[in-house]
């Protein structure tokens, strides 16, 4: 713990160095390799609140993607039936995109909160299961399984049509939001979040609403998920049902914990790795899935802590090994 | 030092481009992204698209009149943003020439707006929702369909169900969008001739199980009309024929077609369905298609396969008289459209929407020996042939086009009860 706490100003540095090293060296590659950094990037910030869900509040939720559903379906109806938020209005559309994530996840919240472990991870299944049955059936809204075509992106002074644009302009959502989870994580309200995670009980006993705790991190989560919906909707240019299905919701899980949970960038390493693996290698050739699935097997086999844990498992088995050469010189030592 | 290093750079690459482009002044070029499901429960139908369509370069060794064609292949999954993204690959990275490909409508109609955005060809060969050459043509500049629309085969039958007889008809499709255009057609076209649909039930796409719908349908019914896709084809002959149904029995193109017709069983013989293809159709082109697919992939080749074909023919014979060079896509897309095409499937031409006219086929499933096969086997029999059937069918395309597209809801279900 004392060691971890030491290198924080070091870890900062890192995930900054690598945040500017992504802003810099994206453009300059070809517009393939631009719009599927945009997408991990929009995905991320969903990913990211799902950590926030699961890292920090110990909450496995398995229904994330009904509200990047409700923001993305939002953006597609606002823009192609009142034409709202193809300029300035952009940005209002963003916010009412996270209000409506937020609205969904206080109305849920009510019913999924009341359980934990694996009835939280049913009954969260089942309500995002409800929102893809609305996406699906409700056809004079949502299009039904044809979904709906965003045909322009915004233009408001700047024109996201471009490519280079528009990654920029998610970029920088994209960070906004991190800064936004990070001081968050970081606040009293955070950390009484880790001590849910660690023994709801005992913070219970010493005085903490823990089911309020986890109602307004329940609500957070479905705000940015809400966000990641709005940026998500322009980047396809489509917004269907698949948005919002199971294997969606399980993917952002799956990120997660193959990033490594409660380190929030953990997320956004473990959702660039399934993009890069499904979207690019899947160009390049045709067992990419093989690939994908041995990462998942071996991360859940050997890093249960995920890809950001190995620095620490580095350590300890480098302090094992250490200790282990103590010994064996002790043992040599005496007769 | 950068300076003279990038003016150093600069006369290599020019160098480079100089000696490339002399090295292939002979040959033309011709790229062509297919995006396809090649992977996820879509699998095998993307498996036989990309195969029809590699038969027919296969065959004329990737020569379009002078050019060499290059297929890149990538896979959608069936998701309509992941088709956006590989056709943006396609177009961005591989700079391809034209799209084609697109399984379902919402492949389809996710990846009509990129050809826009992009300014690129995008050839439809199975994508079947009606409205991307109806009422939203006008969004699609750069789109043109060689395969059908989900409406257009069930204008006709509509007629031919009339001219049978019946005179009462329960319909049962997959509650989807595809589901609801094809009954939709047969339903408009089956009332304008003095037909009533009586019933309209709608299982989920996936259904495995039919107990809770086959008992609801109306005893008073003189046939049931069903439209059912993938696994649903298999299972719903056999439970209709387990629960002891003696009315006959038709449906639209996916119900019976080669996809799913060689594992059914004898419970689906005297089924009569409708599709611009079957593999049965007896002229000499699709005669040696099917001998040859068979030969090579192993099984009857199905619409899938056989649409996909008749694209790259048609791909073939504009490249042709361009003498091997790709002449810009308003250019082709105009030369596409104004040829006459003679395929397996029958004479094929464009209407001034982009979307095929061509014969409609009344097919029933007879169980015989054809093509010189020694086995007895299901085929789809040609009964009768319903020639230049465009997309609007028997109706006025103004009427037609004022009217919203088929739903759940549209046509309304007038008489049940």
Redesign the interface.
Known sequence: MITSMSSHPFKILLVVVALAAIAVITPGTNSFVILLVTRALAFSILVMSVDILLGYTGLASLGQAAYLAVGAYATAILATRYHIGLGWDFWLVLLFGAALGAALAAIFGFLAIRATGVYFLMITLALGQCVWGLAYRWNSLTGGDNGINLRDRPKFGIDLANEVTFFYVVFGVFVVSLLAMYTLVRSPFGRSLAGIRERELRMKILGYNTWLHKYIAFIIAGAFGGLSGVLWAHTAGIVSPVNVELPTSVDALLMVVLGGSGTLVGGVIGSFIVFGLREYLSTLVPWWQYVLGVVYVATILYLPTGLMGIPERLRQWRARTGNRGEARKLASATP | MTSTLTRRLGLLLGGGIALGLNATAGAEELRIGYVAP??GIFAQVGKDMVDGFQMYLDEVKNDFGGAQVKFIV??EQA????A???A??LI??DKVHMLVGGL???SG??L???S??EKVLYVVPVSA?DDLTQRDLA?YPYLIRTGWSSSQPSHPFGQWACEQGYKKIAAIGAD??FGYEVVGGFQRAFEACGGQIVQKIWPP?GTKDFGPYIPTIRADADAIFSLMVGPMSLQFPKQLAASGNKKPVIGGGTSYDEFVLPSMGDEVIGHVSTLQYSAALQNPKNEAFVKAYRAKYGKVPSYYSETNYTSAQMIHQVMKQNNGKFPGAEAFIKQLAAAKYDTLRGPVTIDEMRNPVQNIYIKKVEKKKMFGYDKDELWNTVIKTYPNVNQFGQFKKEEFLATPVY??DYPPCKFCN
């Open positions: 090649t992977t990538e896979d998701k309509p943003d992941t956006v993204t590989k943006k690959k961005l990275q379902l409508a919402s109609y996710a009509a707006p990129v826009t955005a929702a969004k989807y969008a796409l739903n759940r």
